[in-house]
């Protein structure tokens, strides 16, 4: 049976293909609407029978406006979520990168809010630029500031609750972070970069160095500092749900002796100010 309706057209599914099919295509209008996959979504119907003409415009340029739309919302939709990489490739540099990806990821939803989340991937995985595992750090960061942005609130860990725990049951205990934190673990410097485009100086040269980044929201801002290493690896271990003895242990062994109980003490105040963990789980 045909699935065409009573007037011969094609079915709204078959027109919506269609029109995905022209506007997302990278080619010329006249190419796009010739493409063999375009035309077989509509039963091989021209333009001419799809489309009504304006006062001003025929069928193929009133396609051609929605055509000449696409890419450049797909670059505003982008620009919002990764500043700081458009801010050190240049417009014209990050057009061409959000192109190239989009068409390795067009979009599949209704929203473009979540467009860019495999361009941190596609940058380490698919990008041919020499200076791409770069780039992928820089979208890590700034994907990350996203996804936290973007995360329900949550409750907060505070001292009052703390105080009322039983100095036995912290050995066993679990630190439940909250959903608005993020830790990454990166090659490249990335202060250098966040700093020239926060103060709109030149960008500077890629440096590798390992970097280690916490990133989380408070309230309705989003924080990040870099951390050391040991810090580092004892926060990702508690917000894994390690018990707090099972951290501690690993931690301190590369800690010195004489500085330990200082910077433990330091850093998990630090973390409680800052909001990073949302209650306490109690074996």
Same mark, same amino acid.
């Given at each position: 049976?045909?699935?065409?309706?009573?007037?011969?057209?094609?079915?709204?599914?078959?027109?919506?293909?269609?029109?995905?099919?022209?506007?997302?295509?990278?080619?010329?209008?006249?190419?796009?609407?010739?493409?063999?996959?375009?035309?077989?979504?509509?039963?091989?119907?021209?333009?001419?029978?799809?489309?009504?003409?304006?006062?001003?415009?025929?069928?193929?340029?009133?396609?051609?406006?929605?055509?000449?739309?696409?890419?450049?919302?797909?670059?505003?939709?982008?620009?919002?979520?990764?500043?700081?990489?458009?801010?050190?490739?240049?417009?014209?540099?990050?057009?061409?990168?959000?192109?190239?990806?989009?068409?390795?990821?067009?979009?599949?939803?209704?929203?473009?809010? !979540?467009?860019?989340?495999? *361009?941190?991937?596609? #940058? =380490?995985?698919?990008? &041919?630029?020499?200076? @791409?595992?770069?780039? %992928?750090?820089?979208?890590?960061?700034?994907?990350?500031?996203?996804?936290?942005?973007?995360?329900?609130?949550?409750?907060?860990?505070?001292?009052?609750?703390?105080?009322?725990?039983?100095?036995?049951?912290?050995?066993?205990?679990?630190?439940?972070?909250?959903?608005?934190?993020?830790?990454?673990?990166?090659?490249?410097?990335?202060?250098?970069?966040?700093?020239?485009?926060?103060?709109?100086?030149?960008?500077?040269?890629?440096?590798?160095?390992?970097?280690?980044?916490?990133?989380?929201?408070?309230?309705?801002?989003?924080?990040?500092?870099?951390?050391? !290493?040991?810090?580092?690896? *004892?926060?990702?271990? #508690? =917000?894994?749900?390690? &018990?707090?003895?099972? @951290?501690?242990?690993? %931690?301190?062994?590369?800690?010195?002796?004489?500085?330990?109980?200082?910077?433990?003490?330091?850093?998990?105040?630090?973390?409680?100010?800052?909001?990073?963990?949302?209650?306490?789980?109690?074996?």
């Amino acid at each position: 049976m045909s699935r065409e309706n009573a007037a011969g057209n094609p079915p709204l599914a078959g027109l919506q293909r269609w029109m995905q099919a022209v506007v997302v295509s990278r080619r010329p209008i006249d190419e796009a609407l010739a493409d063999p996959g375009a035309s077989r979504a509509v039963g091989g119907a021209r333009v001419e029978q799809l489309v009504r003409p304006s006062a001003t415009l025929s069928p193929a340029e009133r396609v051609a406006v929605y055509k000449d739309m696409y890419p450049l919302r797909m670059v505003e939709a982008l620009e919002q979520d990764y500043p700081l990489l458009q801010y050190h490739l240049g417009d014209e540099t990050f057009e061409q990168l959000v192109l190239d990806y989009v068409e390795a990821y067009p979009s599949r939803t209704w929203t473009l809010n !979540r467009l860019g989340d495999h *361009l941190p991937r596609w #940058l =380490a995985e698919d990008c &041919p630029r020499e200076d @791409a595992p770069f780039l %992928a750090d820089l979208a890590r960061f700034e994907l990350a500031q996203t996804e936290v942005f973007d995360e329900a609130p949550s409750d907060v860990l505070d001292g009052e609750t703390i105080a009322r725990i039983p100095s036995g049951a912290w050995a066993t205990a679990r630190l439940r972070p909250i959903p608005a934190l993020r830790l990454l673990e990166l090659r490249h410097a990335i202060r250098p970069h966040h700093d020239a485009w926060e103060h709109d100086r030149p960008v500077p040269a890629p440096k590798r160095r390992a970097t280690r980044v916490v990133v989380w929201r408070r309230e309705f801002t989003v924080h990040w500092r870099e951390q050391p !290493r040991a810090e580092h690896e *004892l926060l990702a271990a #508690l =917000a894994g749900g390690a &018990p707090l003895a099972e @951290a501690l242990e690993a %931690a301190t062994a590369r800690l010195r002796a004489r500085e330990r109980q200082d910077k433990l003490f330091a850093w998990f105040r630090r973390w409680v100010a800052d909001g990073l963990f949302a209650g306490v789980d109690l074996d």
